[in-house]
């Protein structure tokens, strides 16, 4: 490949040139690699890896609030426990698991060879572990990692140490992988369809997709502008944010939720995009309103730009903008909903069976429906200032990407591993991963409900006797859902080394897509002669 | 969007036409990230972050109508 003087754009015709089907062994085929399933693959473990680790940083947050007082860390480490779980979740986990099935899963659902800019692909990949090296070596340097939230705000981070610098490289290092990912999405579904594979007969997988990569491109700049900004008013003698030198800290919340709100879609598109793949096959159904689905999944990357506010309500606006930002938050629940009576209104009569990946969309969609009903609670101004900053917005953030995002990759893994192992997963295992996560995450979440609406702030180590029990109780929940996830280690490893049913080409009845007209597992190479969808 | 395939939609093109369409379409998404990376930049360093806001606010909303608008109909 390094003697190609060009980037490896697909459609080259190199590999079909030679007629080849190898590829390199070993550690140097994924360091090399150019495979979209390859670097899917890879992004997957990445993600996984990035999930443990935040994971643990989770636990420790847990294991120190499970009672009051200061037991086992000291309260500067508990705010980079709680910064870093943010910023690992958000940016090491949840993103890189959509970018990992959207480069399985794009190609093959839309009859392609492979993505657009292949070496470009691979060079996304390559950035996020020097990243993920940045973050988490950041706990090893003066000053310790940051510790002003996942949000960053000034003035703390302006005021931090060189562990804030770290963050902000490693921000900008990630932006930059997104961008580059997206742009390859955005070319690979908006020139490489199969012949007769109009937009409106794209799998929703890849119209939400489609729209968070648009998403992408639109907010990562504004980030990397702001947190540019914040490296240049930290290094650099500007003023950007700097009270002290004339500069203005609410433009950065301002500024960062332009960014921070289209970013919660961004993460939800794509499970959205999942489960109305998953329902439809388990339920035995075409999905219900096909057509009001993409404009729903629009009008919610539309309206996403309008409400950043709703996170600021507490800062200090005019009545007027209260009310805007109120108004057009609710406004969201309405395409929200006609996904929600869509998804319903398909399972409705279906011929429906149980296995993992539909066990995991309902898990989806009964917790992401309520994540949403909190949402619209804390969208009423009056209300929010109230919960602001307290356990509840932890909750519902929790029910949101948790239940909502991670459910529906656990999900997505299960639905499409046979495709990718070529081994049908353990059902036991899987089962028992489902409802070992859906109940010990409610005992977990359930409960910051009540201490928020109670008045507990959230990011706080210590806390008052009066919020003990509950506490105790989450802290329990937390453990058992971690120990959960180890299930689904176990079932993954077990499909990778071939432990189970051979799985044939259409292992799903009701699966209709691209993918499943190729044998398990997909070949290296596939479609490079383009099927003809009618 | 200039972002449209040069190859038909639905038509895989000979692959000239489509490493350059790929191309094209690359360079419209990129110079859109330039845009907000500096304008995000520039609407604090004009002062007028109101003014800096709108126009990066109503730019997204027309690009994306426009984006999605353009390939619904093919």
Same mark, same amino acid.
């Given at each position: 490949m390094s003697t190609i003087p060009h980037d490896h754009v697909a459609g080259d015709d190199h590999a079909s040139e030679h007629g080849h089907d190898h590829h390199p062994s070993g550690i140097m085929r994924y360091v090399l690699t150019t495979n979209h399933k390859d670097i899917g693959t890879m992004y997957l473990m990445f993600s996984l890896t990035m999930f443990f680790v935040g994971g643990c940083f989770a636990l420790t947050i847990r294991a120190e609030l499970f009672e009051p007082g200061l037991q086992i860390v000291h309260p500067e480490f508990?705010?980079?426990?709680?910064?870093?779980?943010?910023?690992?979740?958000?940016?090491?986990?949840?993103?890189?698991?959509?970018?990992?099935f959207a480069n399985w899963q794009i190609p093959m659902m839309i009859g392609a060879p492979d993505m657009a800019f292949a070496r470009m692909n691979n060079w996304s990949f390559w950035l996020l572990p020097p990243a993920a090296?940045?973050?988490?070596?950041?706990?090893?340097?003066?000053?310790?990692?940051?510790?002003g939230?996942?949000?960053?705000?000034?003035?703390?981070?302006?005021?931090?140490?060189?562990?804030?610098?770290?963050?902000?490289?490693?921000?900008?290092?990630?932006?930059?992988?997104?961008?580059m990912g997206s742009i390859n999405i955005i070319t690979t579904i908006l020139n490489m369809r199969a012949p007769g594979m109009t937009m409106m007969k794209l799998p929703l997988f890849v119209w939400t997709w489609l729209i968070t990569a648009y998403l992408l491109?639109?907010?990562?700049?504004?980030?990397?502008?702001?947190?540019?900004?914040?490296?240049?008013?930290?290094h650099f003698g500007t003023s950007f944010f700097n009270a002290a030198g004339g500069g203005d800290p609410v433009l950065f919340q301002h500024v960062f939720w332009f960014f921070g709100h289209p970013e919660v879609y961004i993460m939800i598109l794509p499970a959205f995009g999942i489960v109305s793949e998953i329902i439809p096959t388990f339920a035995r159904k075409p999905l219900f309103g096909y057509a009001s689905m993409v404009y729903a999944v629009s009008s919610i990357a539309i309206l996403s730009f309008i409400v950043w506010a709703h996170h600021m309500f507490t800062v200090g606006m005019p009545a007027?903008?209260?009310?805007?930002?109120?108004?057009?938050?609710?406004?969201?629940?309405?395409?929200?909903?006609?996904?929600?009576?869509? /998804?319903?209104?398909?399972?409705?009569? %279906?011929?429906?069976? !149980?296995?993992?990946?539909? #066990?995991?969309?309902?898990?989806? $969609?009964?917790?992401?429906?309520?994540?949403?009903?909190?949402?619209?609670?804390?969208?009423?101004?009056?209300?929010?200032?109230?919960?602001?900053?307290?356990y509840y917005v932890v909750a519902h953030f929790h029910y949101v990407l948790v239940a909502g995002s991670l459910f529906a990759f656990f999900g997505g893994a299960y639905y499409w591993l046979p495709k990718w192992t070529g081994t049908m997963y353990d059902e036991t295992l899987g089962k028992w991963h489902f409802w070992g996560s859906m109940i010990f995450f409610n005992i977990t979440f359930f409960p910051m409900h009540f201490l928020g609406v109670a008045g507990m702030p959230r990011r706080i180590p210590d806390y008052a006797?009066?919020?003990?029990? /509950?506490?105790?109780?989450?802290?329990? %929940?937390?453990?058992? !859902?971690?120990?959960?996830? #180890?299930?689904?280690?176990?079932? $993954?490893?077990?499909?990778?080394?071939?432990?189970?049913?051979?799985?044939?080409?259409?292992?799903?009845?009701?699966?209709?897509?691209?993918?499943?007209t190729l044998p398990s597992p997909a070949p290296y190479h596939t479609f490079e002669t383009p099927p003809v969808v009618k | 969007m200039p972002a449209a395939p040069s190859p038909k939609p639905g038509h895989r093109a000979d692959d000239a036409q489509l490493r350059s369409a790929n191309v094209r379409t690359a360079i419209v998404l990129v110079s859109i990230a330039a845009v907000f990376f500096v304008g995000i930049l520039v609407a604090k360093l004009v002062g007028d972050t109101s003014t800096g806001m709108t126009v990066l606010g109503a730019a997204v909303l027309l690009f994306l109508v426009v984006a999605i608008g353009r390939n619904l109909r093919k």
């Open positions: 508990f705010n980079s426990l709680t910064t870093l779980h943010g910023l690992i979740m958000i940016f090491g986990a949840i993103m890189p698991a959509a970018v990992g090296i940045m973050l988490i070596g950041s706990f090893f340097v003066p000053g310790g990692a940051a510790a939230g996942w949000t960053l705000y000034p003035p703390l981070s302006v005021q931090a140490g060189m562990g804030m610098d770290l963050t902000i490289f490693a921000i900008h290092i990630m932006g930059a992988s997104s961008i491109i639109a907010v990562m700049p504004v980030l990397a502008g702001s947190v540019t900004m914040l490296l240049t008013d930290r007027a903008g209260l009310l805007f930002f109120m108004y057009a938050t609710m406004l969201i629940a309405v395409p929200t909903g006609v996904k929600v009576f869509n /998804w319903l209104a398909t399972m409705w009569r %279906g011929s429906m069976t !149980f296995e993992t990946p539909m #066990l995991f969309a309902i898990g989806f $969609l009964f917790l992401f429906t309520m994540g949403g009903f909190t949402g619209l609670v804390l969208a009423l101004t009056p209300i929010d200032i109230q919960l602001q900053d307290t006797q009066q919020f003990a029990d /509950w506490n105790m109780v989450a802290s329990i %929940g937390a453990f058992g !859902f971690g120990l959960s996830q #180890l299930i689904f280690v176990w079932a $993954l490893i077990k499909c990778i080394r071939g432990d189970g049913a051979k799985a044939p080409a259409k292992p799903w009845e009701g699966a209709d897509t691209l993918e499943w | -």
